[in-house]
């Protein structure tokens, strides 16, 4: 059963940008695509174990860069679009409440 959890607040994320927040000892990415809302997805890339959030966001593509090889994921379904990644990462439903982003763990 899912829960709703607050993660942070919508001005902790610049539109366009990711930031990396600890929930219950896992890393989540929180991406702001401005009118588009907000994405959240593991924070650490399926193939270098690198941080996500460290990588260039796409808004219009709804993408995120891996910083380490290049790989990107969409924001929506965690699957890698390029290689070197293969394996998809975790995505989380979100939804914004007032200030608060908020994510379905």
């Known amino acids: 059963m899912s829960r709703a959890v607050r993660v942070c607040e919508t001005k902790d994320v610049p539109a366009g940008q990711a ?12 991406v702001n ?23 260039e966001v796409d808004v219009d593509f709804e993408t995120i860069e891996c910083p380490k090889h290049g790989s990107t994921f969409d924001l929506n379904t ?3 679009k390029t290689l070197p990644a293969t394996q998809p990462v975790d ?11 908020m994510i379905e763990v």
């Open 78 to 80: 965690g699957n890698p």
């Open 19 to 30: 930031r990396r927040f600890s929930l219950d000892g896992r890393e989540v990415a929180v």
């Open 33 to 55: 695509l401005g009118e588009e809302g907000f994405r959240a997805l593991d924070a650490i890339c399926s193939h270098a174990k690198y941080y996500l959030d460290e990588g």
């Open 91 to 101: 995505t989380f439903a979100v939804t914004v409440d007032g200030d608060d982003v």
